[in-house]
């Protein structure tokens, strides 16, 4: 039997030493454990890392009030011009995973609502670095949209890109490429695309000339007697323009005939076209000849300070207000609040032969009225006839052949989408 009795190891150490070191580190280990375990992680404290989108989707504006001024010529716009958001699709179809897509839009849309769903609650978004429900501007070309997603931990982030495209409509023949109207001031005069003309997506636009709109309104002070027109065209293109001006297209006689000029190259400026009287609408009919046929572009210019305009219309029926007051026809028509409209001003009854005239003014609170509705009441409250209705300009009402010595009550509301006013009520005894 061998008997081993050296006490040093292969390398010097006493033994008890080298598992005493072993025991050290094990003990080591199990400390650091020990305080990992106590210091819980992210994930166990609840704090998510998830910085994904699940879902991104692009609308236009859903109206077109916040593209337009509080200008009176603005007004001419409102009338049914509230339209639901329209959806722009992406090129891509959406993925998580995904984090770089295309759109393509026509240069009529000039803004865009990014609205990305999170896949975390928790998570927050920017669009461009503001806020999401803010709509974003575009400009011709290619417009990149970034998208950023900051997890829960406020460390982790993801970026995803939309890249807008904005691309003109194709130009067809006889098309303008602009049109400029300049008053006899000198000034340009802002040009406004008709609502009952312009195609539902256009509504979404800021107003500007567009060679496929085809009808403007325009409004110029008191003191403009004449105003001139500038179009152009592409070069190379065998056009000529034939300009009418008259107070009616639809009889367009000597009588109403104001003006025929004509305009021979593309950015020639045509001779000064005479306006008709304070607040009588002057019709501009451009004529783009072309391949044997005619292109059509109207001009509607109304002449006259808003005052001027709604003195010289209602002066036989209703008090003309001061010259530093504003109508409040004109005024409920700039506010834009998406609530009820308030109930009617002034409302008088007169009696002539066998007829009651009724007229009254707008509400001076709420939200602009589209029209009015007049009902017809004898003095038990009993409907005599059929309910009037007028439209958001017209501030005047006539029933007739009723009975004499009777009494009637009149009752005016206002009314818009939004809902109607509460009914103002007079009467009258027929004489």
Known sequence: MRYMASTSSKHGLPSPVKGARSWLALLLAAALLAVGAAIPSAAAQGTSDDADLAGLTLVRPSTLHSLLSDDATDRLMRQKAVQPPLAVSLNEAFSS??????????????????????????????????????????????????????????????????????????????????????????????????????????????????????????????????????PTWDAGSDYWIEVRAATDFEHPTR????????????????????????????????????????????????????????????????????EEETPSFYASESDDSETPPGPVQDLELTVKDNRIIATWNAPASGGAPSGYQVKLQDSDGQKVKKTKRTGANKFKAVYRNLERGETYQVSVRARNEWGNSDWTTSQITVE
């Open 97 to 230: 995973e995904t984090t770089a897509y295309t759109v393509s839009v026509r240069d009529h849309v000039r803004q865009v609502l990014v609205t990305p769903a999170l896949s975390d609650s928790n998570a927050t978004v920017t669009v461009n670095g503001g806020d999401p429900t803010e709509p974003v501007s575009l400009s011709a070309g290619e417009n990149v949209i970034a998208v950023v997603v900051t997890a829960q931990d406020a460390v982790t982030t993801k970026t995803y890109t939309v890249t807008v495209t904005q691309t003109p409509y194709p130009l067809l023949r006889g098309d303008l490429t602009g049109l400029t109207v300049t008053d006899g001031n000198g000034n340009q005069v802002p040009m406004v695309p008709s609502a009952s003309h312009v195609p539902h997506f256009a509504l979404h636009r800021v107003p500007d000339f567009y060679s496929w709109i085809s009808t403007y309104w325009l409004w110029v002070p008191s003191d403009v007697e004449t105003v001139t027109v500038t």
């Open 255 to 322: 009588h109403n005939r104001l003006a025929t000029t004509r305009v021979d190259a593309s950015g020639q400026t045509s001779t000064a076209i005479p306006l008709a009287s304070l607040a009588q609408r002057t019709e501009i009919w451009l004529g783009v000849h072309v391949d044997g046929g005619v292109h059509l572009y109207f001009l509607d210019v109304l002449r006259g300070t808003r005052l001027e305009v709604y003195c010289s219309q209602y002066t036989d029926t209703l008090r003309c207000p001061q």
